[in-house]
Structures are given as C-alpha cells and as structure tokens.
C-alpha cells in the first residue's frame, strides 16, 4: 500500500452501503479507517464477521459516538478524506462531523452520506421529501464549512429495490408495477456506488461538484426488470397494476415508516425522480468521468441477484 495514497475516514463503514465503500477503498490502495460504536460480543454475526473482513484487510477501526466531540476531532485529524455513509436517522449527526472537521482543519475532501436521489432538482410527496429536506440541511452545511465535497447521487442501489420490487423477503404472490411500470430508473449496483464514491473522493475534478452515477446501460424500468426476471427464472410473474392515486392514498393513510417508502416509491418508479431530468454541462457522470472503470450492467446485477440473492432488511426511517 503506498503511503502516497490519501487516507480514507468512514462513517457508518459497517452498513449497508457503508461496507462497500470500504472495501473499495481498500481495493483502490487507500489506508482505510472505520468510525463507529465499539465492536461487543452482543453484535450481530453479520457484523461480526464484517469486523474480522476488515481487520484483516488492514481496516483501523475508531472506536466512538457520533457526539463526543473530541474523538471525532482526533479522528478526522488522522485521515485526509471523509466519508459518511450514515443512515436516514442519523443524518443530522453529520452536522457533528462537520463541525469536528472544521476544528481539526485538515480534511481535504468530505462526502455526506446522500447516494440516492437528487434532492437538489425533485420534490417527491411529503413524507420522502421531509427525509430529504435534512439532507439539503447537511448540504448547506456542508458548503458553508469551507471543506471541499462532492455530492454523490447513486440513485437506485439495485440489489435493495430488486427485493422490494420482486418481494423475494416474503414470498409474496403478486408483483406489483407502480404506475404503468414504464418510467425510466436508474439502478446502480451497491459494489459500483462504493467503487465510484472511492474514485471521486481523490479526483481533484469532483471537488465540490455533483457527481451522478447514471451509466446509460442501467437506466431501465419496471416493466423491463419484470421481462427480465420472467426470461432468466422462467416464471411467469402476476403483475398487479397500483396507479398513483391510489400510491397517493396509501402515502396519506399508511402507518410510518411505511407512508416514506410508499413515497419513495412513487418518487423513484412513477415520478422517476433519478432519471427524470438532464444532466448540464457543469454535471459530472460517473461512466463518462472514469471510462475505463468496468461497471455491472443492470442484466448482470440481475442474473446474479436470481442466483444468489443477498440478505435483506428494510431500510430505517
């Protein structure tokens, strides 16, 4: 590993999306250092495991909450990059690190935790758009602070909404196509996200910059996906149509957190909040920026999503 390489703090490395982005990191030859709760013997064996991965990929670990201040600051203090991957309910907590990034004065590039939709340039129903309304908070914050960023839009990570869209958690029947099934998506792998979020952090072109992960072979639709499914398992799904009046109603009357994920998506396989806008000239892609770098296409992600389907928990709100 070369000591050339800037080192690479993350923030919530042991999660969903997190532990990608350590492994990229890692991969890309960065010393790599992980922030979070101390490991106990209580931890789930999934983040067990995670833990002994990482230690012996030489992963420094920081043991710590996000509210005490000075180990925050002695932190980031060691690291060059800053990286949070933290989840919907702590995201405000960011403000934390912003502000522990300012006292120590060293970090060279910070990404807050967003890799989903462009909350910049959408605004979905209510429940979803309160959710993003703290990530714009972050955002300003962000700007404000001084430290160079770069804002990442993963949009869909696609081994998550493939268990949401094909129910593969509980079996059930029906399949269900939001809308006419015909909106445009974009649905990126979780390993691509982290290995695109890795390459930002030390491109002096990103630096405080949006950074959008749309490569033109992943913009699909649920019809699209559903054909797919139908042609790679031989199954032939019962496809059961929700208008959006009636995603409308469910978003009203629905208990929480299930009210955010009709929104969300209503946001993403009607509105097509990832797709449905043109990127400008000051806009960077990510398959345009690193050409070279090989991506899954959405067929590959399915095939191997069909073969060997990952473990699923619903996200956190």
Not at 17 to 41: C, D, E, L, N
Request: proline share 6%; aromatic share 10%.
């Amino acid at each position: 590993m070369s000591s050339q390489m800037r080192k690479v703090l993350v923030f919530g490395g042991t999660g969903y999306i997190g532990k990608h982005v350590v492994r990229a990191s890692v991969k890309q030859g960065h010393p790599t250092f992980v922030y979070g709760r101390p490991i106990t013997p209580h931890a789930t064996p999934s983040k067990l495991l995670l833990h002994q991965e990482f230690l012996a990929q030489g992963v420094t670990f920081f043991q710590g909450e996000l509210h005490e201040h000075e180990k925050l600051v002695d932190a980031v203090s060691r690291v060059d990059i800053v990286i949070s991957t933290l989840a919907f309910p702590q995201i405000l907590d960011q403000l934390k690190i912003i502000e522990a990034m300012k006292v120590a004065g060293n970090v060279k590039r910070f990404i807050p935790s967003e890799f989903g939709v462009e909350e910049g340039r959408i605004a979905p129903q209510k429940p979803f758009d309160s959710y993003l309304e703290r990530k714009r908070i972050v955002r300003r914050a962000t700007e404000a602070s001084g430290i160079p960023f770069t804002f990442v839009v993963g949009n869909c990570c696609a081994r998550y909404f493939l268990h949401v869209l094909f129910h593969t958690y509980d079996k059930q029947a029906d399949t269900i196509v939001y809308g006419t099934g015909e909106t445009n998506v974009v649905m990126n792998s979780e390993e691509d996200i982290g290995m695109y979020i890795i390459k930002a952090a030390d491109d002096p072109r990103t630096s405080n910059r949006l950074f959008v992960i749309r490569p033109p072979k992943n913009i699909t639709s649920q019809l699209e996906l559903i054909a797919l499914w139908e042609q790679l398992t031989g199954e032939n799904l019962n496809k059961v149509y929700l208008p959006q009046q009636e995603i409308y109603k469910l978003i009203e009357t629905a208990p929480h957190p299930e009210n955010v994920r009709f929104a969300i998506l209503n946001s993403v396989f009607i509105d097509g909040d990832t797709a449905n806008y043109e990127l400008s000239k000051d806009d960077l892609e990510a398959s345009k920026l690193y050409p070279d770098a090989n991506y899954s296409i959405i067929h590959q992600v399915v095939e191997e999503f069909i073969a060997d389907p990952p473990p699923f928990q619903l996200a956190a709100f």
